[in-house]
């Protein structure tokens, strides 16, 4: 009897093991000698030619949600250690995001139909299908025509993403609808999920990244891709500001944070989890711009700080060449606080003074030397025709190699994301400072 209950259990036991050797196999990431990257002017890279810190990229790719490196990342590559940090603030955003997986998904491809991504575009109009996404929503967005029959929770996000990519700002009934639906942090991981996915669709196209074979290019080029709400890009900051600052100690130190539609948090109002990503924020680069916003998030918050860490501090193309893109990026957003900030870090860094009140007056600088002159035609090519010619490739990837134009694109990127929540948040300039910036209909000549 012994016996045969010892015989039973040994068999339940290797039955459990083999029912669960199929589950360890599927959790085993790809052998990362067998990716095929795919790239045009990015030629793709294999594995065993990649430095360590590119390998170390591939391998969090490979272990994390995506299992793979399509898309974006072969470019990324080119400068890992923030190209494996945005890998993780984007995962963050696309797979642990609090929205529902349709209205994620029509955002997603809001924003590649936005930047005419084709291959952005393809890829997510197929997961927007799969999570019932009705066919004529996609169609229209497609056509850069309104949607007919969105369900209330998707039209809520529509109208927010379309007004900030066409206006550059949110009006005050379009904030509190998607407020009252998502909560702050909704809202955050909605200007995330698109502010991360225009990074994604602007280093695609630069790389003329190609399609899978077989299939064509779905999206037209239009003169308004989405919908333009207001006065276009010379809308002004909607509603009556009405700022608040909050002074709290956390652990010893002083905390003070500054907003208007996200208020400003004391540190005894945050959740653990906010309190963990104030206490690492004030013990490196501080808690201001934009940290009062993005702490609504702290698990992407902190993903998008470390990013940051590494686009304002580690960057390989000199800081006169990434200020200048970072104050484009600005100038072209309307985004008041970021220019203020940028445009001394750009002076202190070796931009004159004229060429940057040029910019801020929606002028072409003259007497810009050769490099600067590279990056500027770049920087606003990219925006205004969401693509890069062949000469201003050439000429900004002889100045900068093709690590520094990831770099260029990634400064440009992330702080177009800073753009976006501070113009939601309507973050004002400080007590002493006066914005600079008129809306304009063209802020980049």
Known sequence: MRFQFFFALMIGALTIVSAQAPLEQAKQAPDPRSLVLVGDRFKPLKYDEMTPEQKTMIDHLLAGERRGA???????????????????????????????????????????RFWMAQFEWNAHKAAALQNGVNPAIVDAIATGKRPGSMPVEMELAYNLIDELLTTHQVTDATFKAAREKYGERGLVDMIGLSGWYGLVSMLLNVDRYPLPQGVQPNLKSLENPLPAAGMGFATPIPGVISPADAKSTAKGKELS?????????????????????TDIALAQRGTGGSFNISVRDPDGGQLFFDMGDRVRFHMSVPDKLKELAIILTARYWGAQFEWLAHRRAAVQAGLSEDKVKAIAEGRRPVGMSADEEAVYNFITE????????????????????????????????????????????????????QPELKYLARPLP
Do not use: C
Not at 257 to 277: A, H, V
Not at 420 to 427: E, S, V
């Open 70 to 112: 399509g898309g974006p990342f072969n470019v990324l590559l080119r400068s890992p250690e923030v190209g494996d940090l945005g890998q993780q603030f984007g995962g963050a955003m696309r797979f642990r995001t609090t929205l529902p997986r349709d209205v994620a998904e029509v955002i997603i491809i809001m924003t590649g």
């Open 257 to 277: 944070l500054r907003g208007d539609r996200f208020k400003p948090l004391t540190y005894e109002q945050m959740t653990p989890e906010q309190k963990k990503m």
């Open 382 to 433: 990219l925006f205004k025709t969401k693509q890069s010619s062949d000469a201003t490739f050439a000429a900004v990837k002889s100045v900068a190699g093709e690590r520094g134009v990831v770099d260029l694109i990634v400064s440009a990127g992330y702080y177009q994301v800073v753009s976006m929540l501070m113009n939601t948040d309507r973050l004002p300039v400080n007590a002493n400072q």
